[in-house]
């Protein structure tokens, strides 16, 4: 019979698999207390938070959901780094973080319901912010509207010189 401690975590892990925009996972073992912190601060930079729970409730919250089982990332000590909007943000945070720190072992991920391993969390991690993707696409998409408003701005642009080097020359 599950305990009400473990039955309040597992509906806890349930609401955050499914009010996250993805889930990276991480083995911290090794890393100082002071480490860890930095760890924890810079995920909170990138709009993410990491918690640690038993494997087994995580198996269960995540077959609450329909999503994946991941019993090859849920073995070990497992810390989960839950992101509240950009994924790729914490997962840089968790890819420059590894680079000083060896101790830090990235497992993969959960995103849009499909696991990621380790090769693919990293290359979201090189992915650009989701803000800086809206601007590139934002930029692209008025890239035709501005070279139209330039082409027929030009006859009058063109006109208005011509007169004000009329009015300059009669000036002189």
Request: charged letters at 20%; a negative charge.
């Given at each position: 019979m599950p305990t009400q401690q473990k039955v309040e975590q597992v509906e806890e892990l349930t609401e955050l698999f499914k009010n996250s925009e993805g889930c990276w996972f991480v083995d911290a073992r090794g890393l100082t207390v002071k480490e860890s912190q930095e760890l924890r601060r810079n995920i909170r930079e990138g709009n993410g938070h990491m918690h640690v729970y038993k494997n087994n409730l995580a198996a269960i919250a995540l077959k609450n959901l329909e999503l994946p089982e991941i019993p090859e990332i849920l073995s070990g000590p497992t810390a989960f780094i839950f992101c509240d909007g950009d994924v790729a943000a914490p997962a840089k945070a968790l890819k420059d973080f590894a680079k000083e720190?060896?101790?830090l072992e990235i497992k993969g991920g959960i995103v849009d319901g499909k696991?990621?391993?380790v090769e693919?969390?990293?290359k979201v991690a090189d992915l650009p912010s989701k803000e800086q993707l809206v601007a590139m696409l934002l930029?692209?998409?008025l890239a035709p509207v501005t070279g139209l408003a330039r082409v027929c701005a030009a006859p009058a642009?063109?006109?208005a010189r011509t007169i004000q080097a009329?009015?300059?020359q009669k000036a002189a």
């Open positions: 720190h060896e101790a696991v990621l391993s693919e969390t990293l930029s692209t998409m642009e063109g006109l009329i009015a300059d």
